[in-house]
């Protein structure tokens, strides 16, 4: 993203820059499985560690469509006002960000059970698996939880109200090609 380390572009195209930031995170965050499936076809993994891996992007999809409906109902409710709680309140919202880290902790625990208890199956062969699987369950739920805000911020962006829109000072260009 080169271009967008010009100044003058990075105001001048903030609306393109904001929805590519959301194209490239939601990306990011389903790219990272194709490792772990691409190791699970190389080592001939059992079927459950491909079953693992599908509930636990399905898991992640369903936790991004829920943050982004939670997200929509507090700007309903007008939580984002000056002296709102935001869109996470980690004083009150304990749940609703640990649970999907819990709940696919419990999904990989559980497969990785299955795994040490079938013996025809190398658990020492699939650890480099869990980990990347556990990486990328990590890193999408991770992502899901902050799309919402990269979602709001485009959002406002193309409303017709400028006041997310930065506008340029002419004298940051002075100064940069001045020196």
Not at 73 to 89: A, C, H, S, W
Request: glycine share 8%; hydrophobic share 45%; with cysteine.
């Amino acid at each position: 993203m080169i271009f967008f380390s010009f100044s003058k572009n990075t105001y001048k195209y903030q609306k393109l820059q904001a929805v590519l930031l959301n194209i490239v995170c939601l990306k990011f965050s389903l790219d990272t499985y194709k490792a772990f499936f691409l190791m699970c076809e190389d080592r001939l993994a059992p079927g459950y560690m491909w079953t693992t891996g599908f509930v636990l992007i399905g898991g992640g999809l369903v936790y991004l469509v829920l943050s982004i409906l939670r997200g929509i109902r507090r700007v309903q409710k007008g939580t984002f006002r000056k002296g709102g709680k935001l869109l996470y309140d980690f004083q009150t919202s304990k749940g609703h960000i640990s649970l999907p880290f819990v709940i696919g902790a419990t999904i990989i625990g559980g497969s990785i059970t299955k795994a040490l208890s079938n013996s025809s199956v190398l658990p020492y062969g699939m650890l480099e698996m869990y980990v990347i699987l556990s990486v990328s369950a990590l890193l999408q739920y991770a992502i899901a939880m902050a799309l919402p805000e990269f979602f709001l911020i485009a959002y406002c962006k193309f409303r017709k109200s400028t006041s997310f829109v930065l506008h340029c000072k002419a004298s940051i260009f002075f100064t940069y090609h001045s020196i």
